[in-house]
């Protein structure tokens, strides 16, 4: 059975600074991995996503992940962060391509002007 | 494109009451469905997925006969909670997978509704 673990239910950083959201995963097969941002009261929607091949993923918005096999890791990064940027962020993964998704239990992104 | 739209947004009912919440893809056939629950300030639990013309599959710890799932077309799924009480409160999310062919933006990607938010009294 898969699994994702999402480090720290929150993230707090100021406007500008770097942002790493951490998701580490289980799977028994290659896995598809996806970083989802959610704004209050809203759905979720894809900010980048990972199947096979190139494992330095860029998504939109400026944020980028880079799937480590040997780390069993998925984290999300961005250069910058921005206030629009506050959100929850949901790690996911599925070992059936875009079928059933396992999701993390989210990241909060607080940003501080 | 890929547009997935939730209805009602927000709903709120007596205890004991039925609701349906719809879910439609607004520009692109769904071959499959998904309906998940998201308590506050937790992640969200897939409840069950859907084929068109077909019964859904609930995952294990879901009531079928509480959380009634129909997908009768390929661009609409209801999920109708019956006898709510005020524990099925909640926030319900739906996903379509698209269909259609490789290389389209839709082509087996799960896009998601809004959200509708439940209060049952």
């Known amino acids: 059975a898969q699994s994702v673990t999402q480090l720290g239910s929150h993230v707090s950083v100021s406007e500008g600074a770097l942002v790493l959201l951490r998701c580490n995963y289980s799977s028994s097969v290659p896995p598809y991995l996806f970083w989802y941002v959610q704004y209050p009261n809203q759905g979720l929607q894809l900010l980048l996503k990972y199947t096979t091949g190139a494992t330095l993923v860029k998504g939109i918005n400026g944020f980028e992940a880079e799937f480590k096999k040997s780390e069993t890791s998925f984290h999300l990064t961005k250069p910058s962060a921005h206030m629009s940027d506050a959100a929850e962020y949901f790690c996911?993964?599925?070992?059936?391509?875009?079928?059933?998704?396992?999701f993390g239990t989210g990241t909060r992104l607080l940003v501080s002007p | 494109g890929a547009v997935v739209s939730q209805h009602p947004s927000r709903v709120i009912c007596k205890s004991g009451t039925s609701v349906k919440i719809e879910c439609r893809s607004l520009d692109f056939q769904a071959t499959t469905m998904f309906w998940y629950r998201q308590f506050p300030k937790k992640s969200l639990m897939l409840m069950a997925t859907s084929n068109e013309g077909s019964k859904a599959t609930y995952e294990q710890g879901v009531e079928k006969d509480k959380f009634l799932i129909n997908h009768a077309s390929l661009t609409l799924s209801t999920l109708t909670v019956t006898s709510a009480h005020p524990e099925d409160s909640s926030f319900y999310i739906c996903s379509a997978r698209g269909g259609g062919t490789s290389g389209t933006s839709s082509y087996n990607e799960q896009f998601f509704g809004p959200g509708t938010r439940l209060t049952v009294l």
């Open positions: 996911a993964v599925s070992d059936t391509g875009f079928q059933k998704l396992v």
